[in-house]
């Protein structure tokens, strides 16, 4: 597979390494009341589509960035690869 | 029919023409007292030890393609119970003395051959580490024993012992362990769930589950409504996809793990060698093919194929352990998928929906579970109490913190 990262254009997927869901950037608010529920769901369960899977993978061996890559996981074909940074800031997030 | 050695002189002499189909292939009731929905190994097992060991007729296993078709088809033929914790080797230690005595039972010959598996040991840590499972192993029924580089070159002459990077400082051995033929299990636990009555419906794929006031009433398939009093889904590799018709999300990714084997040589392994510090292990199938694999690929994939990089690891590792390896040709690869859970060990347990059941979540070593898994995941559907080697397999305990985490990873499931 190669994954056409946005700065540094298309990079084998050997070069880097895969975390999971995408869904993992957004962390349980720690104060919550219901935190450990919360918690838990975050920290093991998972939606695991066949289909579309937007999911979270660590340039390891380049300029050492987390992508957000969107890829089926029935053709393994990626339709989408963006900077996690740019998303979670677009999300109001990051500083 | 009863086989025998009789039987297949007599069909020799007749044309084979006595032979018959070995299951009925048969239309669905309108309802059942038992589904198993999943037509692979532990469906299949559930499904006979459901009528054999717990008396229960009226009960259908659901296949959406043929049976055997999927991960039981798919797998590497080892069987073993060389696991540490005490949640799972107690079960492994069973499924592997059900192993022992399945021809028999089932009347049908599965090739179980003990020709014994190998962990090979590359530093003073990992052996350790090997004694200590050994000692679990033996504590728990099984056998093991340490063995010395010399004594394991006696078996295997030409392993690679002076790798600079991963030199051979002994091994762990289990002497039971082995390979059966994948595919004569599923058809043997067919053929044995069909004599004593249960429908093996192929081609039957489950759509949906009906489900009214938190009780599971049957589901619906690509063959129209059926009824049921308890339904088990057993379909690992597509656990999430299923039980999301039950709207539920699992502690489980679906990760491809592919294997290989070469042309066919003449007899060289004489048992399982695994090379765990290069991600590779071994053995030789009785038509000669060389049979290994190596890691997951290492993310969610449902295409029963993989990619190139980890064919070019595994075989760097086989390289690696037995630089003979190179002069053989490689004849196939392929990929199957697979539940990855989040501790590495597998579920059998019940649902929030009453007369609803899941087994899955067996990583990549579900195939020597077959005999156990379907034995507990019957005891489990006909008792509604766990089996007694099976009770830690509990979908809450990620959520009490009693993980079942034999290599320490945490909630990483490319890393089991």
């Not at chain 2, 052996?127 to 728990?140: K, P, S, V, Y």
């Not at chain 2, 049921?228 to 690992?236: D, I, L, P, S, T």
């Not at chain 2, 099976?390 to 034999?406: K, N, Q, V």
Request: net charge neutral; with cysteine; proline share 4%.
């Amino acid at each position: 597979m190669l994954i056409n990262h946005p700065i540094l254009g298309p990079r084998d997927a050997s070069e880097f390494v895969y975390l999971g869901d995408a869904n993992l950037i957004h962390r349980p608010d720690w104060q919550a009341e219901d935190a450990l529920a919360q918690f838990t769901k975050y920290g093991y369960l998972r939606d695991n589509p066949a289909g579309e899977h937007r999911e979270l993978w660590f340039h390891e061996q380049g300029d050492r960035s987390w992508l957000i890559v969107t890829r089926n996981t029935l053709t393994h074909e990626i339709s989408k690869v963006e900077m996690a940074r740019d998303v979670a800031s677009a999300e109001g997030r990051s500083k | 029919m009863r086989y025998s050695g009789f039987r297949v002189i007599k069909e020799a002499l007749t044309g084979h023409r006595g032979w018959g189909p070995a299951w009925r292939d048969i239309d669905p009731k309108s309802s059942y007292d038992y589904i198993i929905i999943g037509g692979g190994g532990h469906g299949l097992a559930t499904a006979y030890y459901l009528a054999k060991e717990f008396g229960k007729s009226r009960v259908a296993v659901l296949e959406k393609d043929w049976i055997g078709g999927g991960n039981v088809g798919r797998n590497t033929t080892i069987i073993r119970s060389n696991y540490l914790l005490d949640g799972n080797e107690p079960f492994y230690e069973f499924s592997l003395k059900l192993w022992e005595g399945l021809e028999q039972e089932l009347n049908y010959n599965a090739m179980v051959s003990q020709r014994g598996i190998l962990n090979l040991i590359h530093s003073d840590a990992q052996r350790d580490a090997f004694i200590r499972r050994g000692n679990a192993m033996i504590l728990n029924g099984a056998d093991a024993e340490l063995l010395s580089t010399e004594q394991i070159l006696k078996s295997y002459p030409f392993l690679n012992v002076d790798n600079a990077r991963f030199p051979i400082m002994g091994g762990l051995a289990q002497h039971r362990g082995g390979t059966v033929r994948h595919d004569a299990v599923a058809w043997g636990y067919a053929r044995g769930a069909d004599q004593r009555g249960v429908d093996i419906i192929q081609n039957c794929e489950v759509t949906g589950f009906k489900i009214e006031n938190g009780r599971c009433l049957g589901v619906d398939t690509t063959r129209g409504f059926i009824g049921a009093q308890k339904v088990g889904a057993c379909v690992a590799g597509s656990s999430s996809r299923l039980m999301a018709k039950a709207s539920m999300r699992l502690p489980i990714e679906t990760h491809v793990l592919q294997a290989f084997v070469s042309e066919g040589i003449k007899p060289l392994l004489p048992g399982v060698i695994t090379f765990g510090a290069g991600h590779f292990y071994c053995s030789q199938s009785d038509k000669g093919g060389l049979v290994f694999g190596g890691d997951i690929d290492g993310y969610n994939s449902y295409a029963q194929r993989g990619n190139l990089p980890v064919i070019e690891d595994v075989c760097e590792g086989g390289m690696a352990i037995l630089p003979m390896l190179g002069r053989a040709r490689l004849l196939r690869s392929w990929g199957g998928v697979m539940d990855m859970s989040m501790d590495g060990s597998p579920i059998i347990d019940r649902t929030h929906v009453d007369g609803l059941y899941f087994n899955g979540g067996w990583c990549y070593g579900g195939f020597k579970a077959t005999p156990a898994s379907g034995f507990a995941y019957a005891h489990l559907l006909a008792t509604d109490t766990p089996h007694q080697t099976a009770t830690a397999y509990r979908f809450d305990r990620f959520a009490t913190g009693r993980m079942i985490d034999e290599k320490g990873m945490g909630n990483q499931p490319n890393l089991h």
